[in-house]
């Protein structure tokens, strides 16, 4: 017999390791791990770990065989991993139902179980009885089906299978925006129950959706029909907010040593190397300590003053762990793992002897992994002194399986048993290396012969969709409705794929869908959708996006491919060339180079052998031969009720394929479900006032909104109210401008005044209006007369238009918003879609992309209750339903609030820079800013200035709002081009220079903290505090140029500086969007230490909050925000923040306490006094020094610029000053 290696005897001792620790607590049933020999249920994430030293112990087996019996060992060791392994699989088969109801619902109590009962799979405790939702386990057994299936082992038996692992993939696709309860069980930090956004979840949710796209399940042996389908752009979005999030754990932790599992190993879920690095060191530097490291800080978990009586804390008790939470070895076995995988074999080498040192010796002399360290009870005061000093004691489980494992197979690793590779067979480890760059295949099609003609006059030669065949071009909502197919099982009660929007990546592929080629149009071209596909400039923006998007965040195999289809609502009003903006794109393509993006412009055909192709093998036929049982299984989603024309875009004009294809009859069935009927006339483009135009103005909404924004005394309500929310009214029936409102008249009462047709009894004849609907030239008229049916009749209402039944208020409106979006006539666009209740289908996820990111949405005006708070993802329906509540019904507020929210969106993802320290977006501000700075700029009344926001086109109205988020200077300026006269004037916007104001200055409030670097002294003068500012605050107009308010008379100072206006737009601006100076929050929680709070127009922010979070958290920066967003004027709310701000210069200064309750208000009105007395001396009049009635703060002031002699924050100081003088030394004393 052969006598045994070194390094056989040393596996053999590992081996002896994991049979004590580990496989001696594996159930012989059902191959599942208990916890501890105390706690006997088995959890999910728990077991996952812990049978990876099994896995590995079995590869090195098979790796270092010496004798056939090392090949059995390596045999038996790999099926304790399969029977665990399967063991979990048949908690989850048992759950089903769970994942079909979770992928819509998202409820907690739809959650899969963590834990269940080690001997009968069954589950142990009820659904609302413990943080079931944990997103990161259900990821992580994903991974590692995915890893070890890779490695040859063979987990999944059946489709049956196949199709549960399918729908996982849907349960954990969206974790991007499920808040859950996190790797801790516990969610929010104060364990109460609360469940938060967590980046181990999103992290480990990517990492598991990459690992398992386009992976047979059965290995080598399986074939299409085993194969996971993953979309990308899901992919995408839970990387985004993953960047977005760290080094952040969750909104209450500001950093979770359970990261280390997403930075490194096993997910490998961060691509940018420097945030890697940058989350690294933040847990070493916050949590660790001498015996491994905390989970977060502020952990209570079994500390000596946890009470074990109650599961939760309270809020101001989290102080009490500070420096004396829990420390956990397990934590530098991922610190070895990560040395290993990143050859730091310094780092390998420092932390294997520190574990050397804290693991604990059983019987036999086998090392064993302690669960915790803690603080004994009767040394708690002397570590609160003395951090780190204490010598700890072990707790908990010993061993702890989940550490243990991973303490046995970094053993494997650093002493050459196994490599990296082995053990990562799917390469994750590689996510950080540069890539490749990316090359975008652009193929232009023509929808028409006569569109192919006019675009070869332009010399650009293209392919009509006809040409293409065999290649057949779709919508890019037929994709979406396809995928709804995948994952579908009958038997197991799976539906399949939720219907949802499809993003840029899943259109940049092609698809080979029984033996036929499909490519997609993007999203944005599909006029199906919400009106901003109708504007060609937002069209050509979209795209300029879309590619962009595409070089930064492709990874797949072969070259994007994306097909842009040019349509007829492409061309000019005469049809006879292409619109300018979309010619000059297609000229930019051709180029090679387009927003940054690197293209190559060519036919479909042309691409087949470089573009990435994925074949969709769950739309091959069955067993039976059939695709679907029946048309009627076919899910249409009903918001596609208003197509622009007969087809869309021609891309399903199949005719010349036969008919008798099962897969062109179920395309064509769906487009066919989508298509609307023609019933009105034809009509001309132009026409004149309708003379029921007025009765959209007398509506009971418009005049309640009114009402409700004059309740809160707001100053020129006209500049922030949208009152033309359609279109053009008769002057003398402007009720608004009457002093009648009737709110509580009915519907009919509204209109009666009216010219309208009557019966013999004297009411309206709906049926003679019908008629006159036939006879309008015009869609303006066309458009008074289906608002007042819609109002009076109801949107159901039959109008029997041309003697027959069936054709309603809402069949014809559709109709007439496919014909105005020809004429783009935006405001009446926007009206119907209102009327409508048409929503933009991605508005939840828009909604959801803005929340993951941490900014929490706001709808309709201040104050709360009429301002609603979105603070959570809301399904479309209840989202739209909100939206129109906060609108006080007002239609096009509802539309414009949706647009608006979707702009946004857009730049979150595309510039995230332009969102820097807002963490809530309030919408309604938003458009009354936007209404606001068209008023000013175009010198023009609120009412003008709201038609004119209305009459904006999509890509006006999303340049406009980039401006103001931006905070760079711009203009806006009447356009001279000729458009109907019905319609409000056009306007174009553009940036403007420096024009006396620095890039400092444009930025406003938000820049200021960088500018103060400036000495303050405090000095005692007759027992009076004065501050004075040694150098300037800011670099403003004053400190290049004359005085804003010189040293003379008003009177004597005619000229009116340019200037004028420019600092209360820049508050009003800032206020709005909720911009503060960057570590604004961090420096509140310091002034909160040193008073009792903070008072903030009667909402106190008490410093006990300091003793519930920490300064980095988002929870902190959110329940400042929210304090502060009680004050309904922007202006007012940025002059508060720029008291504050001098506040918080003081917590640089020790000073033990600065007081008990501060309030911020009367320090503005202080500043705002000595502003006024120091301008009367210097004879300034009372119009000058005019006061807003609804705070008595003088215009002037809001108006002045923070830095200079009669600068803001010179007067905040010394109002501040005034305020604490009691507090402060007596002798002089500085801060920086």
């Not at 979990?88 to 759950?95: I, K």
């Not at 897969?663 to 004149?688: F, M, V």
């Not at 620095?998 to 200021?1008: N, Q, Y």
Request: contains cysteine.
């Amino acid at each position: 017999m052969r006598s045994r290696s070194n390094s056989g005897v040393r596996l053999d001792s590992y081996a002896r390791l994991v049979q004590q620790t580990i496989l001696c607590h594996q159930d012989p049933v059902t191959g599942l791990l208990p916890a501890s020999s105390e706690v006997k249920d088995a959890w999910v994430r728990d077991n996952v770990y812990t049978i990876l030293a099994v896995w590995g112990l079995g590869l090195a087996y098979r790796k270092n065989a010496d004798r056939d019996e090392d090949k059995a060992k390596a045999y038996e060791l790999e099926q304790n991993v399969v029977k665990l392994m399967r063991g979990l699989l048949q908690c989850m088969m048992r759950q089903v139902e769970k994942v079909e109801n979770f992928k819509y619902s998202q409820s907690t109590n739809d959650a899969l179980h963590a834990k269940y009962n080690t001997k009968t799979c069954a589950t142990v405790v009820g659904d609302d009885q413990w943080g079931h939702l944990q997103v990161d386990a259900t990821s992580l057994y994903l991974l590692f089906l995915a890893q070890m299936t890779a490695s040859g082992l063979h987990i999944i038996y059946t489709l049956d299978e196949v199709s549960l692992v399918q729908n996982l993939v849907f349960y954990i696709e969206t974790a991007y925006k499920t808040a859950d309860y996190g790797m801790w069980e516990r969610g929010d930090k104060t364990n109460q129950g609360i469940a938060e956004l967590n980046a181990s979840s999103v992290g480990m949710a990517k990492a598991a959706l990459e690992a398992l796209d386009e992976l047979d399940l059965f290995g080598a042996s399986g074939g299409p029909q085993s194969v996971i389908h993953v979309l990308s752009d899901e992919v995408q979005h839970c990387q985004s907010i993953l960047h977005s999030l760290l080094p952040r754990a969750s909104t209450s932790k500001e950093i979770d040593a359970g990261l280390l599992s997403v930075i490194s190993y096993p997910a490998f879920a961060v691509e940018d190397i420097e945030l890697v690095h940058i989350t690294k060191k933040e847990i070493i530097s916050k949590l660790q300590g001498r015996y491994g490291c905390c989970r977060f800080l502020r952990d209570g978990h079994k500390t000596p003053r946890e009470d074990p009586t109650r599961l939760y804390y309270e809020p101001a008790e989290l102080k009490l762990f500070e420096n004396i939470e829990c420390e956990w070895p397990l934590f530098w076995t991922y610190f070895i793992l990560d040395g290993l995988f990143s050859n730091r074999y310094e780092q390998v080498q420092e932390y294997r002897e520190a574990l050397d040192g804290i693991l604990i010796k059983g019987k036999n002399g086998i090392r064993l992994m302690p669960e915790i360290y803690s603080v004994p009870a009767d040394k708690v005061d002397e570590e609160y002194r003395n951090p780190h000093t204490v010598d700890r004691i072990p707790l908990g489980k010993l061993p702890h399986m989940w550490g243990q494992s991973l303490y046995i197979l970094g053993c494997l690793l650093a002493e050459g048993f196994l490599a990296p590779g082995e053990i990562d067979p799917l390469n994750r480890r590689f996510s950080t290396v540069a890539k490749p760059d990316v090359v975008v295949q652009v193929s232009i099609l023509a929808e028409t012969e006569e569109i192919k003609e006019i675009l070869r006059n332009h010399d650009i030669h293209v392919d009509t969709v006809a040409d293409v065949y065999p290649i057949r071009v779709q919508p890019a909502r037929i994709l979406s409705h396809i995928y709804a197919r995948l994952g579908r099982h009958s038997k197991l009660g799976l539906s399949g794929r939720p219907y949802r929007h499809m993003g840029v990546l899943g259109t940049s592929k092609l698809y080979n869908i029984r033996n036929h080629i499909f490519t997609f149009t993007p999203q944005f071209i599909d006029q199906q959708q919400f009106y901003l596909a109708l504007d060609n400039k937002m069209i050509v923006e979209m795209l300029r996006t879309d590619l962009s998007y595409l070089c930064g965040r492709w990874r797949m195999t072969g070259r994007p491919t994306v097909t842009f289809p040019v349509s007829r609502t492409m061309l000019t009003e005469d049809e006879t060339s292409v619109d300018p903006a979309v010619l000059s794109t297609l000229r930019k393509l051709q180029d090679g180079y387009f927003g940054g993006a690197r293209v190559q412009t060519g036919r479909l055909s042309e691409f087949l052998t470089t573009s990435c192709r994925t074949h969709l093998s769950f739309m091959d036929p069955r067993p039976d031969g059939k695709l679907l049982d029946d048309f009627e299984d076919i899910s249409v989603h009903h918001n596609y009720e208003s197509s622009s024309e007969d087809s869309v875009h021609g891309l399903h004009s199949l005719d010349d394929v036969d008919a008798s294809d099962e897969l062109t009859q179920y395309l064509d069935n769906l487009l066919e479900r989508t298509t609307p009927k023609a019933n009105l006339p034809p009509s001309s483009k132009k026409g004149g006032l309708s003379r029921f135009r007025a009765a959209v103005q007398t509506t009971q909404d418009l005049i309640s909104l009114e009402s409700q924004a004059k309740g809160l005394n707001i100053q020129n309500v006209q500049l922030y109210l949208p009152t033309k929310v359609f279109w053009s009214p008769q002057p003398s029936l402007n009720l608004l401008e009457s002093s009648h409102s009737p709110l509580h008249e009915n519907k009919s009462s509204a209109f009666n005044h009216l010219d309208l047709p009557k019966d013999a009894f004297g009411n309206i004849d709906f049926d003679a209006l019908v008629q006159q609907l036939k006879q309008c030239p015009s869609l303006q008229d066309q458009a008074d007369i289906l608002y007042l049916l819609y109002n009076m009749k109801g949107p159901d209402w039959d109008t029997q238009l041309y003697d027959q039944p069936g054709t309603t208020v809402r069949d014809i409106l559709i109709e007439l918003y496919s014909k105005a979006g020809s004429t783009h006539q935006w405001s009446l666009i926007r009206s119907i879609s209102g009327m409508l209740k048409k929503k933009v289908e991605a508005l939840d996820e828009a909604c959801t992309d803005l929340l993951s990111h941490q900014k929490h949405l706001t709808v309709g005006l201040p104050p709360e209750p009429r301002e609603k708070t979105i603070s959570a993802p809301l399904p479309l329906d209840e989202l739209t339903k909100l939206i129109d509540e906060a609108s006080g019904q007002t239609i096009s507020i509802a539309v414009l609030t949706q647009e608006i929210m979707v702009y946004l969106a857009m730049y979150m993802r595309t510039q995230p820079s332009l969102f820097s320290e807002m963490f809530r977006l309030r919408i309604g501000l938003i458009i009354q800013v936007m209404a606001t700075e068209l008023a000013q700029s175009l010198n023009c009344s609120g009412e003008e200035a709201t038609e004119s926001l209305m009459n904006l086109s999509p890509s006006d109205m999303k340049n406009l709002l980039h401006h103001i988020l931006s905070g760079k200077e711009f203009a806006v300026e009447r356009s001279t081009r000729s458009i109907d006269s019905a319609l409000s004037p056009a306007i174009s916007i553009r940036e403007t220079g420096a024009v006396g104001a620095t890039k400092s200055e444009r930025a406003g409030i938000s820049k200021l903290k960088n500018e103060m670097k400036q000495s303050i002294s405090f000095q005692t003068i007759d027992g009076d505090i004065s501050l004075t500012p040694t150098t300037s605050l800011l670099s403003s107009p004053t400190s290049s140029s004359p005085e804003f308010f010189p040293n003379t008379p008003f009177r004597d100072q005619p000229v009116k500086d340019s200037r004028q206006g420019q600092w209360v737009r820049r508050r009003r601006l800032d206020g709005a969007l909720n911009r503060v100076p960057v570590g604004f929050y961090q420096k509140v929680w310091k002034i909160l230490q040193k008073c009792h709070g903070l008072s903030i127009e009667g909402f106190v922010l008490p410093s006990s909050t300091t003793r519930e979070m920490t300064p980095g958290e988002i929870k902190f920066s959110v329940h400042v925000e929210s304090v502060l967003n009680r004050v309904p004027q922007p202006e007012y709310r940025q002059l508060l923040v720029e008291a504050i701000l001098v506040l918080t210069m003081l917590a640089d200064i020790e000073i033990h306490s600065i007081g008990g309750i501060i309030h911020v208000e009367r320090i503005v009105h202080t500043a705002n006094d000595l502003f006024v007395q120091d301008q009367k001396a210097l004879g300034a009049d009372g119009d000058i020094l005019d006061k807003d009635p609804t705070n008595g703060i003088c215009k002037l002031f809001y108006d002045s610029a923070p830095s200079g002699r009669f600068g803001t924050m010179t007067y905040l100081s010394k109002a501040v000053a005034i305020n604490v003088q009691e507090f402060l030394p007596s002798s002089g004393c500085s801060m920086q």
